[in-house]
């Protein structure tokens, strides 16, 4: 549409000129609009404290209601507007069950009107209306000129000054609350960056128009190749399923989306109208959303979740278009978040991560926990309520999110986290001691990891080793599995850094909870409990034969340890066993000394200890997937979390079942679950007899010093005696919490 050009351009000018007074700037802007438009009245209503709208400028309706005349949001039509954050065109306006009259304007002339919400980054600073005398419903292309109108007040709006006072006191910066998951532990405070299209776009008008068009067509091809690469690796053999029709068909239904031309064919009008290509995809989005939004229906609703995702898809083709720099420990928040991209934020300095659809289980959240990166989710209508620069506190340990909070709340946090730097610090101290119980019980205390670039956190905290690396991780992260070089420089790396303290490094365990994005979702009922992690390896023994060949080489004859996870039968665990010593026979130079381990986290092993000891080196339990196998209950469902405890008799006995199986085969038996890292759990495994123990960094040097206080001959003549006493206990948890307290051992 020409017209808009010209409109745009017109606007460009005016928004660039220096000087002028915000109120006489927006009074020109609703000249332009209304004559462009062909409109009689073109009039702007910008958003007050207590929810008022208020005329800020009008074109055609009386100039002394300017400032005067108010409506309550939800109250008349453009309270409506605001209300739903949806367009109205009314061809008969006044009969309108929701018109509100207001004399003073002077409107009763005006039969037809359309108006647009100006809305920036999810939250509506106002709405934009024109009107006419002729009963008569606006045009499409009308109605897209003036969301682009709205878009460019929008940035009006927020810019200090623009209005007098339209952005303070508004009353969408008031704090707010929300109740989200903890996906990844921890405290953070910092001010919002959003990722995709969440975020605002930096420049809304193209230089030239045409030079625009083919940035957005080179793009489209570049996003229509990742695509077709995409569903063409869904065809070929992938080792994730043989089944991945499901997964095709969402990534056609995406193709489809970009290809039939709709969408892009409505950006393009955008750019030619005068956006630059990431505004455009950014109204036509909006505008997409705000028409679908109020449509109830499940499958559309489905279709606007593709619409998103193929709008990102964009934007990243478009290079982004999001702040270059990000100040460091600024929160990001995002509706979706894929581990590369996280990556990639980390990397920028972030110190914490809001995903709004993301869960405990997702990738984003595996690699949070792995970053040491405080993580939220789960949190519907963050995005709709922040605004970049926001200040938000992220409370991934008490699971809320506090938008704008007041000072108090403000100060109440900083204490908090100065506090725990202070702990920390004096932890620090405890870095070069022996880990040791009050009793003198040695303790190996190792690190669970996931990343080469964690490897410094053995310097930063003492650890004895690692003895969970989730081989998984870094594949997550590059959205693949890396081929055998690949594999081996990055396993040497670790053992480079390890500077000979030992890596137990766990073969892929991916499926189930951990996909990697060409995989197909889920068609199993119960994907943790599928055909996953060691049954893949086992079942393709090409990519587990790649992955062990690629640690061999990487040990270039150093010593090197092994194991394998979710093995359900001795023979599983043979097969694997013999696949690695196999390729140990051939790779030169052997590892000195090779150490193949068993994860025990399935409960039939326990059925088979004595068996598995004889074909194992070492047995490392995986108290997460034991316990969510052991109850039958979804380790990622939140609601089950605290009904099942391993402070519990069942839970306890396998682990008494497992410990004597170890001591009596001379089998080292250590626990690489979450569980090792917390406190009462700790000392309970190890007054059972566990005394490795592999955790988070963040955990280790708290453990350490606690452990350091701990009896465990007094502890274990306690769990006895508790035992005893109640054998039908849910859980020890609050007898042992209270020794504990007693014995300050706890807080
Ligand atoms: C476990 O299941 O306890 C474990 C350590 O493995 P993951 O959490 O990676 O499944
Ligand atoms: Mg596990």
């Not at 709340?409 to 070069?432: F, I, P």
């Not at 206990?729 to 504990?740: E, V």
């Amino acid at each position: 549409m020409p017209g808009t050009r010209r409109l745009l351009g017109r606007l460009r000018a005016l928004m660039a000129r220096e000087g002028a007074d915000g109120a006489a700037r927006l009074h020109e802007l609703t000249q332009l609009v209304a004559a462009e438009m062909v409109a009689e009245v073109c009039s702007i209503y910008a958003m007050r404290s207590g929810d008022l709208l208020e005329l800020a400028a009008t074109f055609g309706l009386n100039p002394d209601s300017v400032g005067r005349t108010r409506l309550r949001v939800g109250e008349g039509i453009v309270g409506l507007v605001a209300a739903t954050g949806t367009l109205q065109n009314l061809p008969d306006a006044q009969n309108h069950p929701a018109f509100a009259y207001r004399p003073e304007t002077g409107e009763d002339p005006y039969a037809s009107l359309l108006a647009v919400p100006v809305r920036r980054g999810g939250r509506t600073l106002g709405v934009v209306a024109v009107q006419n005398r002729q009963p008569r419903r606006y045009a499409e292309d009308e109605c897209e000129v003036l969301e682009t109108v709205a878009m460019l007040l929008a940035e009006m709006l927020a810019t200090a000054g623009a209005t007098d006072g339209a952005e303070q006191g508004v009353a969408a910066t008031l704090p707010r609350q929300f109740a989200a998951d903890a996906l990844a532990p921890g405290i953070a405070i910092g001010i919002v960056v959003m990722a995709g299209i969440g975020a605002a776009p930096g420049r809304l008008l193209a230089e030239d128009p045409d030079a625009e068009q083919r940035r957005l067509a080179q793009a489209a091809s570049t996003m229509r190749q990742s695509l077709e690469a995409l569903i063409e690796q869904q065809g070929g053999p992938t080792w994730h399923a043989p089944e991945n029709e499901a997964s095709r068909a969402i990534l056609e239904a995406t193709r489809l989306v970009a290809a039939d031309g709709g969408f892009l064919r409505r950006v393009r009008d955008a750019v030619a109208g005068g956006l630059t290509a990431e505004a455009a995809v950014h109204r036509v989005t909006n505008e997409v959303r705000g028409r679908m939004k109020r449509i109830a229906d499940p499958y559309l609703r489905e279709r606007l979740s593709d619409l998103e995702d193929l709008a990102d898809r964009l934007l990243a083709a478009l290079g982004g278009n999001e702040a270059e720099s990000v100040p460091r420990g600024a929160i990001l928040l995002a509706r979706r978040l894929g581990p590369a991209q996280l990556l990639d934020w980390h990397a920028r300095g972030i110190g914490g991560v809001i995903i709004e659809e993301g869960s405990t289980a997702g990738h984003a959240a595996i690699l949070a926990r792995a970053l040491g990166l405080p993580a939220l989710g789960g949190a519907r209508g963050v995005l709709d309520a922040a605004e970049p620069n926001d200040l938000v506190v992220l409370d991934a340990d008490d699971g809320q999110l506090i938008l704008r909070p007041d000072g108090e709340v403000r100060a109440a946090y900083a204490r908090a986290l100065q506090g725990r730097a202070e702990v920390e610090a004096s932890y620090a101290s405890l870095r070069n001691h022996p880990a040791r119980t009050a009793d003198g019980t040695r303790l190996q205390l190792m690190l669970n990891v996931g990343l080469a670039m964690e490897m410094e956190q053995l310097e930063t905290t003492g650890a004895a080793g690692i003895g969970l690396f989730r081989t998984e991780i870094a594949m997550l992260a590059r959205g693949s599995v890396a081929d055998v070089a690949d594999q081996a420089t990055m396993y040497a790396r670790v053992l480079d850094a390890a500077e000979g303290r030992p890596v137990r490094f766990r073969t892929l365990d991916l499926g189930g909870d951990k996909l990697l994005p060409d995989a197909p979702p889920p068609t199993e009922e119960n994907p943790a409990m599928g055909w996953r992690s060691l049954r893949v390896g086992l079942d393709r023994p090409a990519l587990l034969r790649r992955q062990l060949r690629a640690l061999l080489l990487a040990a270039q004859g150093r010593p090197l340890s092994v194991m394998f996870p979710m093995v359900a039968t001795v023979a599983e665990f043979r097969a694997a066993r013999a696949i690695l010593e196999a390729e140990a026979a051939r790779v030169r130079p052997a590892p000195e000394r090779l150490h193949i381990g068993a994860m025990v986290e399935v409960p039939s092993l326990l059925f088979q200890l004595p068996a598995l000891m004889e074909h194992t080196d070492f047995v490392s339990i995986g108290t997460n997937d034991l316990m969510q196998f052991l109850f039958a209950a979804d380790r990622a469902t939140p609601a089950l979390a605290a009904r099942y405890d391993l402070l519990s008799a069942p839970a306890l006995d396998a682990l008494g079942l497992i410990v004597a199986a170890g001591a009596a085969a001379g089998v080292e038996v250590s626990v690489c679950g979450e569980h090792a890292s917390r406190p009462l759990e700790a000392m309970v495994l190890a007054a059972l007899g566990i005394t490795t123990l592999s955790m988070p960094a963040a955990s280790l040097l708290r453990i350490k010093a606690m452990m350091a206080r701990v009896d465990l001959v007094e502890l274990r003549g306690l769990l006895e005696a508790l035992r005893r006493h109640d054998r039908g206990a849910a859980s020890l948890r609050d007898l042992l919490t209270t020794w504990a307290r007693e014995h300050g051992h706890i807080g």
